[in-house]
């Protein structure tokens, strides 16, 4: 492993992810991308429902995108330390395409994502980002499934 994409969510199971994923690069000397995706989808949605409730303004693609670049570079650095060498990009797009895009683009072997636990049903109806990234990604694929 060279170059590793890490799904890098703001929650206990991503932190878990980034863990295991500097755990394998110290091992190996790769370099880790922490990934923070804004999903576009949800964005609109959001901006839909606060437009129809007068709930207030909602923070512009630069705004969320610096707070999350702010956030995970944070996450990175609690958890990974300078043991290992890692970035932080940020994605505002859907998933699982575009972020099988950003991986192809930055060149990565190995994407590290944290799974959803769903039944066979709402696969169906919602569809299964880590699966299709199991599916899609041409290299191994972690997935943290709990």
Known sequence: MDRALIIAEPTDRGRELVEIAGEVAAGSGAELVLLRVID???YGRDLQRKAQTSMGDVDSVDELTKRAREATAELGDEVLGEDV????EV???D?????LAK?????????FIAGEKRSPTGKVLFGDTTQSVLLNFDGPVTSLIG
Do not use: Q, R, W
């Not at 060498?85 to 932080?88: D, E, K, L, Q, R």
């Open 40 to 42: 576009e989808s949800e």
């Open 85 to 88: 060498s890692y970035t932080v």
């Open 91 to 93: 994605l505002f797009g």
């Open 95 to 99: 998933l699982p395409d575009d972020v």
């Open 103 to 111: 991986a192809d683009e930055l060149g990565c072997d190995h994407v």
